[in-house]
């Protein structure tokens, strides 16, 4: 998942780096640099990477980054790595605004790096058509999309792996002068962070973890398990306030809509075009649109409410789906994410071992994404990826939403057994993204000074965020 952000819900069917500026931070050999970013902070040059670390003497790729120097940076005072989302630009504005902003204060004395990760952003971008994750294909079809795509490729998306990623992360580490650093990892940058401690963890002296899971757990093929969890709580929450309890029941409508596109997709009118929703699409937006985050998820026992009740057009227009959204599900698919998918751990989806998990109501979603997956990868070229437990004695926060339908709690839980400077911090009803309020002032004294603390200030901490996550809306608005 990329960073979590409350937004449109769209239940249909589917070069330039920054470097440091004058704060003594890079080395006499690095490169040239000159403004650029949102603002006149930033400082950008290019860095240089193999395709292919097998053979660095080949053909080579250049990163985007953003760093926005400390004002009061000392020259030995350690930088703040901040590492993007599944898929996502770290330098995308999106990202930029919320890293600034979030971590403000500690930009004041340590430099904020934002690194487009190969494959995305500004670092070698490469797509294939949105037909490449059409799951109405047969596998012979998508052998022979994948073949179409590759043929006009740049270059080949083999090496955009993880492990390659790390590597080049490290290699701006050293090209900007640092020797040490701190990340920040939200949800895919938790998997690019523990797989950077894995192999430089000499150059890390803490790392904050914010909803991600470990290497070694397949979190996709647990998600019907986290989804359901989540989705309970939020079923529970629903049956304690009365202005949702009173009117809505969405257990019940859950099993009614899932039961209703089991047996015909819905075909809903948009503009001059018609959405056609499907059962695992249906699945993946609940998960993905709705309970991702907390100002979404209080909006889905209403909708779901109607979409029980077959008003299907109804719920489009309320979230804001018209026709230029339905062609807009047509967005080609990056190339980094296919290798990624097909060769980090995590993200194995092999249908073998998704059959065995136990049966939930978001299986039917998971099943349905092995199979695609499966004929996918088998045409896909790809590099090893990411996996094995990561050990290393560098300070580590992990914070992990209770409600996050992705990358709850339990999927972080055997850190302490080989991370011993851990500290895990579940946030009570939180779901995708938690860091925010209470906790940044945490995060900046971790960062500052390396240590936890006092653990019972997190703990008083992410129980008051509880408080402060938005009402259901009252029935009708």
């Known amino acids: 998942m990329a960073r979590a952000r409350a937004g449109q819900m769209l239940l249909l069917a589917t070069a330039l780096i920054v470097v440091a500026g004058c704060t003594g931070a890079t080395t006499s050999s690095g490169p040239t640099t000159s ?12 860095v240089t990477v193999p395709a292919d670390w097998s053979h660095p003497e080949k053909a080579s790729i250049r ?14 005072q350690d930088p703040l790595f901040y590492l993007a989302g599944f898929g996502g630009a770290a330098t995308g504005d999106d990202d930029v605004a919320w890293a600034t902003s979030t971590f403000a204060d500690l930009n004041q004395t340590h430099d904020l790096v934002l690194v487009d990760q190969r494959g995305t952003g500004g670092s070698a971008p490469q797509t294939c058509p949105a037909s490449v994750e059409d799951r109405t294909l047969a596998a012979d079809a998508i052998r022979a999309v994948v073949r179409d ?6 270059r080949t998306p083999r090496h955009d792996t993880t492990p390659a ?19 920040y990892g939200i949800s895919y940058g938790v998997t690019a962070a523990l797989a950077y401690l894995q192999r430089y963890g000499d150059h890390v002296r803490t790392a904050v973890l914010d909803s991600g899971s470990l290497l070694d757990v397949p979190l996709w093929q647990l998600v019907p398990t986290s989804a359901e969890g989540a989705f309970d709580q939020l079923a529970q929450r629903c049956s304690a306030a009365p202005e949702c309890g009173g009117s809505f029941d969405p257990a019940t409508d859950l099993v009614s809509v899932s039961q209703d596109l089991a047996a015909q997709p819905a075909r809903v009118p948009v503009g001059s075009t018609t959405a056609t929703v499907d059962l695992p699409g249906f699945l993946d937006a609940v998960i993905d649109d709705y309970l991702a985050t ?45 290798t990624i998918t097909c060769s980090d751990a995590w993200a194995d989806l092999s ?15 998971m099943v349905a994404k092995a199979a695609w997956w499966d004929a996918l990868c088998s045409a896909w070229p790809h590099d090893p990826g990411a996996s094995g437990p990561v050990r290393t004695s560098v300070p580590v926060v992990f914070l992990n939403g209770t409600a996050d339908p992705a990358d709850p709690p339990a999927n972080v839980a055997a850190a302490a057994g080989t991370m011993p400077n851990a500290l895990l911090v579940p946030v009570p009803g939180g779901a995708h993204g938690v860091l925010t309020g209470c906790l940044v002032p945490l995060v900046t004294d971790f960062v500052e000074t390396g240590a936890t603390r006092d653990e019972a200030a997190w703990t008083a901490c992410t129980r008051s965020l509880a408080a402060q996550y938005p009402p259901f809306p009252q029935p009708g608005a």
Do not use: N
């Open 35 to 46: 403004p650029c970013g949102p603002d006149a902070r930033a400082r950008c040059s290019s």
């Open 63 to 76: 990163l985007r980054v953003m760093v926005f120097p400390g004002a009061a940076a000392r020259p030995d």
């Open 149 to 154: 795509c590759l043929a006009g490729a740049d």
């Open 165 to 183: 990623a790390v590597r080049d992360l490290d290699r701006v580490r050293a090209v900007l002068g640092y020797d040490r650093i701190s990340l």
């Open 294 to 338: 907390p100002s979404t998820a209080v909006l889905l026992p209403a909708d779901l409410h109607d979409l029980a009740g077959g008003r299907w057009a109804t719920v489009l227009q309320r979230r804001g789906a018209d026709q230029r959204t339905v062609e807009d599900g047509a967005t080609p698919v990056p190339m980094q994410k296919i």
């Open 351 to 365: 249908p073998s071992r998704v059959a065995r998990q136990p049966a939930t109501s978001f299986s039917p979603a």
